[in-house]
């Protein structure tokens, strides 16, 4: 704590994690009611030059600037404080916590503390944003003061999640993330597999050659007959068909992918962002053969991935653990790996990475390569175990509408829960609601309705939005015991890997 602050007025208020001091300057958050505000001392030079914006006021004969956590603040820290902007995380293992209340991240930065990972606090996708009503630059501010708050000072991750376009591309990097996930999905050509041979010929000669810097004949010569030999037990071994179906199924993917990376080299030439390529919500899970021509393809094409994110054989629904095969989920993750290792070392990206407490365990033990795991609407859910706790009516008006909005919002979602299957309220002691957060069927109504609850005209009716942060400020210590147990849950099984 910096000396001479420790007069009555910041006694309880200061937040001692937060203290930070530079030429001459004290800089600290206080909690104030509801409120959090950033306090700065100025030295006796900067007085008058202070570029934070606030309200001058004198405490015991000192001066203070009185900061909201605004934008403008934000900004300006990270600008005087290094540690409070992203930085790019590298190939070293990594955790996302998605945050769209924008309250979780001081627990995140506390859970994962010593946990060996590298943190990505501000990641957030573009139909997140939209949902929750939230803009690229909310996200990173409210990342940048939990770093602030907690005092964290080893470096975060913002990633600007799935994607699409330039468009997208811009938003993230105007607003300073520092990794891109790429989303290229919508340019899979689902059909490839079931096309007769003409056909095939056919889309072969249509793909964006140009962009893919070869001719069909020289990608043909180069590919048919390999033999990659991946992990002891398994060489990759492709026939003409396998080949020729899987270019024309992903040979947009990579050029959109590689349209993208070229975009962002010629429009952000001073960023030079990580990129993570994600092809997990497709249809199908990518065959090892898939995931090396992506990969092949890309570093031919100096493209340079930090991670990417296959789609895995097993069910990685939204918000409960994993449903398939582990041992075959092994099997396949150590083939992905050895191709990862060919490229470019990049990690594998888990997503929907939320609860897959068996994934975790089988990748720790393990103990091979570099993992980056995202997890986005699971500390959500957290905020809403809080509220069932703290107030169990409001959760029950939740918990109703957003059974009454499910079929529609589960339309993006590749999910098995059913409203019917939702234990109901009235059959339970209220003590027992918040075991609700428990029932996988109730977790993903919970999960996927997140956009509903928050952000639209209804929900702005009944300010559940406003009633929900509020009961997360009055119960805040709930709340983050809540975080820290679930993503201790989430950090522990990889323990394994790091000892
Ligand atoms: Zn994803």
Known sequence: MPENLTSGYFNS??????????????????????ERFMMIAPSDQEKDSILFEGEELEVDGK????????????????????????????????FGFGDRLGNAGTAHLKAVRGSGFRPVLAQQSVRELQRTGRTASDVLDAATWAVFETGYSEGFGADGDHLKNEQDIDGMLEAGYTMLTLDPGEYVQGDAASMN?????????????DLLEETPEAFLRRVNGIRIPLVAEW?????????????????????????????????YPAVDPELELSVDE???????????????QLNRLGVELVSLAPRFSGEFEKGVDFRGDLSRFTEEYKSHLAIARIFGDY????????DKFGVYRAIGALDQGAVHVKTAGTSYLEALRTAAHADPDFFAEIL???????????????????????????????TEWPSLLNQDDARQVLHVTYGSVLHSPESENRSFKKRLMNILIDHHELYEDYLLRHFGKHLKPFEQQQE
């Open 400 to 430: 109703e509408f957003s059974k009454s909005r499910f079929d529609l919002d589960r339309k993006t979602y590749h999910i098995s829960g059913r409203v019917e299957e939702v234990p109901l309220l009235t059959e339970l002691n209220e």
């Open 63 to 94: 001066n203070y600037i009185k900061c909201p956590l605004t934008h403008h603040n934000a900004a300006a820290l990270r600008e005087r404080f290094p540690h409070t902007a992203p930085v790019k995380i590298g190939k070293v293992n990594s």
């Open 235 to 267: 060489i990759l071994e492709p026939g003409e068909e396998e080949i020729l179906t899987a270019i024309i199924k992903y040979g947009k993917v990579i050029a959109h992918t590689k349209m993208l990376a070229d975009y962002i080299r010629r429009d």
């Open 13 to 34: 208020a200061m937040i001692a994690d937060s203290c930070l001091s530079d030429m001459g300057s004290q800089f600290f958050m206080i909690r104030e009611a509801t």
């Open 197 to 209: 041979r003409d056909e095939q010929k056919k889309a072969l000669f249509d793909l964006p050659w």
């Open 347 to 354: 990690k594998l990206s888990i997503h929907s990475g939320s």
């Open 282 to 296: 497709t249809d199908h899970p990518t065959t090892l053969f898939e995931h090396w021509l992506i990969a092949s």
